[in-house]
């Protein structure tokens, strides 16, 4: 079975997330920019930095040249360091083996996946309760203190909830058996990546926020989302970093509607990588200028 088939070019994401604007969390943005050259030059504003994986420290499987060194030279600085990524296909261990893989020190605590963000906060939702788990064939779901199964067009357990874990095998006829078991039964639906597209190797995938956006019009289940730009991911970066105030730590993205709105709803002080990621090779400034979704700082590379 191929995986992550549908694609969407930027512009397509770019008006989709526009949308399902009023989804997302509101935010104030600074009236203009500053341009900086990289991270180095925003140290000394900030304590801390919150960085997103792709398209601030890794293209695929390549890190972004000159990464590594920012984050030695970084925390040679005294800044606190946390990668907060919106990932939940893997468990956060399997994250950072290819962190570690990549070249970079990030220790078990530094790092924040929105599948924890999500697994944290099952038994709030549905206390004892079965999920049905939209997910890659290799899950085992051990790191979820809860009972959860995959479940599939061919596989469909009696569950009491959903959970939207990865996009690899979530293709039409996954997404119209799901709609259709919502729309017979509603239960609640957890999506633990809100992203609506992720940058690979032959262009930008559908993720799960895509086909949850979509339940959301589809059906009259609200999905409840874990990670970027939702509160709930910052609630858990600042719990790992203890005593600096919001506008001394920036985050670092380089994306609009996930990174620097959900930094800015945080009251961080938000960073726009401009050559790496979702807007690499675009006009960023007519995106910015169209959303309003305004960086403190615009850097060209990490
Ligand atoms: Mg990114």
């Not at 989804?23 to 920019?33: T, V």
């Not at 290799?138 to 996009?167: E, K, N």
């Not at 262009?203 to 989302?225: C, M, N």
């Amino acid at each position: 079975m191929s995986s992550y088939k549908a694609k969407m070019t930027t512009k397509a994401a770019f008006e989709r997330y526009e949308e399902v604007r009023t989804r997302l969390p509101k935010a104030r943005f600074p009236s203009a920019s500053a341009m900086r050259s990289s991270l180095a030059d925003v140290a000394d504003e900030v304590d801390a930095f919150v960085l997103d994986a792709f398209g601030v420290l890794n293209v695929g499987q390549t890190p972004i040249p000159g990464a590594v060194e920012r984050m030695a030279q970084l925390r040679a600085a005294g800044k606190k360091l946390v990668v907060l990524t919106n990932a939940a296909s893997d468990t956060r261990q399997a994250a950072l083996q290819k962190y570690h893989k990549l070249g970079f020190d990030f220790a078990s605590h530094e790092v924040v996946a929105s599948r924890d963000v999500c697994a944290a906060r099952l038994a709030a939702h549905l206390p004892q309760g079965r999920w049905g788990a939209i997910s890659t064939d290799t899950d085992d779901f051990h790191d979820l203190a809860a009972t959860v199964r995959r479940w599939t067009v061919s596989d469909q357990p009696d569950v009491d909830g959903f959970l939207l874990l990865s996009s690899a095998h979530l293709d039409e006829a996954t997404y119209r058996a799901l709609r259709d078991a919502i729309r017979a039964a509603p239960r609640p639906v957890l999506v633990a990546n809100p992203d609506i597209v992720a940058p690979r190797e032959d262009g930008l995938s559908q993720e799960p926020g895509f086909f949850a956006h979509r339940l959301a019009d589809d059906t009259k289940v609200e999905p409840i989302f874990f990670g970027k730009p939702f509160g709930n991911a910052y609630d858990d970066v600042k719990q790992q970093l203890p005593g600096i105030p919001p506008h001394r730590i920036a985050m670092v993205g380089d994306t609009l509607h996930t990174d620097v709105l959900g930094g800015a709803a945080a009251g961080f002080k938000t960073v726009l990588i401009t050559d790496f990621g979702l807007f690499a090779g675009s006009d960023t400034g007519a995106y910015i200028d169209e959303s309003g979704i305004r960086p403190d700082f615009i850097c060209p590379t990490t």
